[in-house]
């Protein structure tokens, strides 16, 4: 998950986030104490593969695994599928 928009109501050392901003998810992480971090460019196969490996490491192992990827803003008439997901991610952190 990008860690620009990072809420999560779980324990936050049960927490791996994952982006492409190196820097921004090392203080982002810090911020919440997640169990660690992962950096990564989606666009890589094996950085994604390698990227659940290290989580799994970091965890123990993944219960979910919560992807959000190319924000897409600006767009008046967004794909039904990408406009479900998108509101899945965003409201899955906010649930009691």
Excluded: H, W
Aim: charged residues 20%.
């Amino acid at each position: 998950m990008g860690v620009s928009g990072l809420r999560c109501p779980c324990a936050p050392n049960k927490v791996v986030p994952r982006d492409l901003n190196a820097e921004l998810l090392e203080t982002t992480a810090k911020e919440i104490g997640a169990a660690g971090f992962v950096a990564l460019d989606v666009s890589k196969l094996e950085e994604v593969s390698a990227s659940d490996k290290k989580s799994a490491g970091i965890l123990g192992k993944i219960d979910i695994l919560v992807a959000s990827v190319a924000a897409k803003e600006g767009n008046p008439n967004p794909p039904s599928a990408y406009s479900a997901s998108k509101a899945g991610v965003i409201g899955f952190p906010r649930q009691p």
